[in-house]
């Protein structure tokens, strides 16, 4: 897609990209994120439960309540993956 453009991302997708994307608000736990570990979603997220299953090498997360660098822990993702880098709640 180009910047300033007609295309939107329903004409992307009629062109064959991005079949399974979606726009919404990710519905972060914090309104305004200043950390990493603000990006953590809550329950009523569209995200949660709507990933790519990528198979067992990418089956884990950040655990919610990470922080980084000192205090990273991971989670196994859920049967139905979530989107971006922490598991939800």
Same mark, same amino acid.
């Given at each position: 897609m180009l910047f300033d453009t007609a295309d939107n991302l329903a004409g992307w997708q009629l062109a064959g990209f991005d079949k399974h994307s979606f726009v919404a608000d990710p519905k972060f736990v914090s309104a305004a994120p200043a950390a990493p570990?603000?990006?953590?979603?809550?329950?009523?997220?569209?995200? *949660? &439960?709507?990933?790519? $299953? *990528? &198979?067992?090498?990418? $089956?884990?997360g950040l655990a919610p309540g990470s922080t980084w660098p000192s205090g990273v822990t991971t989670a196994t993702q859920p049967s139905s993956w979530d989107i971006g880098a922490f598991i939800g709640p």
């Open positions: 570990s603000d990006f953590v979603l809550e329950p009523s997220s569209p995200d *949660l &439960g709507t990933g790519g $299953a *990528l &198979g067992l090498p990418m $089956a884990t």
